[in-house]
């Protein structure tokens, strides 16, 4: 295992990922300010754990399990099991193979069931890519997975979502 370079310099790293752990935090949260807590307080404990760092995974990996760590801290201390709202839709129009909305006619509230009812995985990466834009290589670091992974898991969950909305028509 290699050990944190010393050379690295935690100024250019907090540059560099500052925008990473912001979304990876938003769109856990939806909440702009508080995201931009948590990703402060992300930052200060890298710095203080910067030693521990072994290079098992990325840099930007690592930083984010830092965030999610923290993220469920304050989500314990104020009882909260999940304080994630979605846009209106399941929408991604900017996605690279032209993906559009999936059913704009259906109800938020059936929308939020069903992802609320997908797997752990897949609820995480519709969420990452509709709430915080990540791209899916983005998803796949860190979720530690490659970014075909993280298009295949959004496409099939997309797919399950269909398949359970059109039951409400």
Partial sequence: MEKYDKSIDMDSVYREYEKLVYRFLYSHTHDAEWSQELMQ???????????????????????????????????????????????????????PNGETSIL??????????????????????????????????????ILGKSENWSRTVFYRAKQKIREELKKYE
Wanted: charge should be negative; hydrophobic fraction near 35%.
């Fill in 104 to 141: 704009k006619q259906e109800s938020k509230i059936e929308l939020y069931r069903e992802i609320h009812l997908l797997p752990e995985r897949e609820r995480e990466v519709v969420l990452y890519r509709i709430t915080g834009e990540l791209s899916f290589r983005e998803i796949g670091e």
């Fill in 41 to 95: 307080e992300t930052f200060l404990r890298a710095v203080n754990s910067i030693s521990r760092y072994d290079g098992t995974c990325k840099l930007s990996v690592w930083l984010c399990q830092i965030a999610k760590h923290i993220l469920y801290q304050e989500l314990r201390k104020k009882k909260q099991i999940e304080t994630v709202e979605l846009v209106d839709y399941l929408t991604d129009d900017s996605a």
